[in-house]
């Protein structure tokens, strides 16, 4: 199968493997800029995946300083460099998703973990309820709804294409009790079902019931994305509702996996949910 390819990833990975190199040499981040007679924040930013497009000129410049041959090792990073200059499919919904957001990441993710205590997970939702939810945040204009949605619908391609993810979603029961009445209630929970029940679909849908009280997971959502590559770190996305919040550091990312880790323990097994959510329906 074709593996996916997220510009938004590379670009992580490119920096990861540039501050190998550095640091492979022994070498400081001042040292380096004087010697190469650049600005003081050019490294530290492509060091630090503070970039949109890289500079192959910067990059090709990098690796004659660190004495990196006319091999397949540079040709590996010369290629990555030109993958993290593509644009992914999300750039044309920038005004809904901004740039470098979850999408990107999640786009190229061999595991998403997500709880959410509030709504159904943006990859779980039905158009109904997309907009429902989107009518819900503020007073948009129908155009604007529209728009979301269809970015949404766009963003669950990732669960069908080659090699989806494995999707794994703590919900708390007030996610399900809260949903909207009448037909876009009755369809979002089919499709719930449907996404457990369908082995080719790697996800995996537990409910927290009220019955569980206090729980680690009262400080809110998020969502935990691992990868398949080694140099790709594991990352934690909180969601604001202006903004967005990557956690890369060992430590903090370790503490969301316990949290989470609680939460599935904590929540109904997938089989006494999918009983749950089908009960709901027929009630």
């Known amino acids: 199968m074709t593996r996916r390819i997220s510009p938004t990833v590379r670009r992580r990975r490119l920096s990861a493997v540039l501050r190998h190199l550095?640091?492979?040499?022994?070498?400081?981040?001042?040292?380096?800029?004087?010697?190469?007679?650049w600005s003081r924040g050019r490294l530290a930013h492509m060091e630090g995946n503070k970039w949109i497009r890289p500079d192959?000129?910067?990059?090709?410049?990098?690796?004659?300083?660190?004495?990196?041959?006319?091999?397949?090792?540079?040709?590996?990073?010369?290629?990555?460099?030109?993958?993290?200059?593509?644009?992914?499919?999300?750039?044309?919904?920038?005004?809904?998703?901004?740039?470098?957001?979850?999408?990107?990441?999640?786009?190229?993710?061999?595991?998403?973990?997500?709880w959410q205590p509030v709504v159904v997970p943006g990859l779980l939702q039905t158009e109904e309820y997309a907009a429902a939810s989107a009518?819900?945040?503020?007073?948009?204009?129908?155009?604007?709804?529209?728009?979301?949605?269809?970015?949404?619908?766009?963003?669950?391609?990732?669960l069908t294409g080659d090699q989806p993810p494995t999707v794994w979603a703590v919900v708390d029961e007030?996610?399900?009790r809260r949903l909207p009445e009448g037909k876009v209630a009755s369809s979002q929970l089919h499709r719930l079902i449907d996404l457990s029940?369908?082995?080719?679909?790697?996800?995996t849908i537990q409910v927290l019931p009220f019955t569980a009280g206090l729980h680690p997971g009262i400080s809110g959502p998020f969502v935990l994305l691992d990868f398949q590559d080694d140099l790709d770190g594991p990352l934690v996305?909180?969601?604001?509702?202006?903004?967005?919040?990557?956690?890369?550091e060992h430590e903090e990312v370790?503490?969301?996996?316990?949290?989470?880790?609680?939460?599935?323990?904590?929540?109904?097994?997938?089989?006494?949910s999918l009983r749950m959510m089908k009960k709901m329906i027929t009630d």
């Open 22 to 37: 550095r640091h492979e040499q022994g070498k400081t981040l001042e040292v380096v800029t004087d010697d190469l007679e």
């Open 56 to 114: 192959l000129g910067n990059i090709r410049q990098l690796l004659d300083y660190y004495e990196v041959a006319e091999n397949a090792e540079r040709e590996a990073i010369l290629n990555l460099a030109r993958q993290s200059r593509e644009r992914g499919w999300w750039t044309k919904f920038k005004d809904v998703f901004g740039t470098d957001s979850l999408v990107g990441f999640e786009s190229e993710a061999s595991v998403v973990s997500t």
């Open 135 to 158: 009518r819900a945040s503020l007073a948009r204009p129908a155009a604007e709804v529209d728009r979301i949605v269809e970015a949404r619908m766009a963003r669950q391609e990732v």
């Open 174 to 176: 007030s996610v399900l």
């Open 197 to 203: 029940e369908d082995p080719d679909n790697h996800v």
């Open 237 to 248: 996305f909180l969601e604001s509702r202006t903004d967005g919040l990557f956690l890369e």
């Open 254 to 272: 370790d503490e969301y996996r316990v949290v989470f880790g609680h939460l599935q323990v904590t929540a109904l097994s997938q089989a006494d």
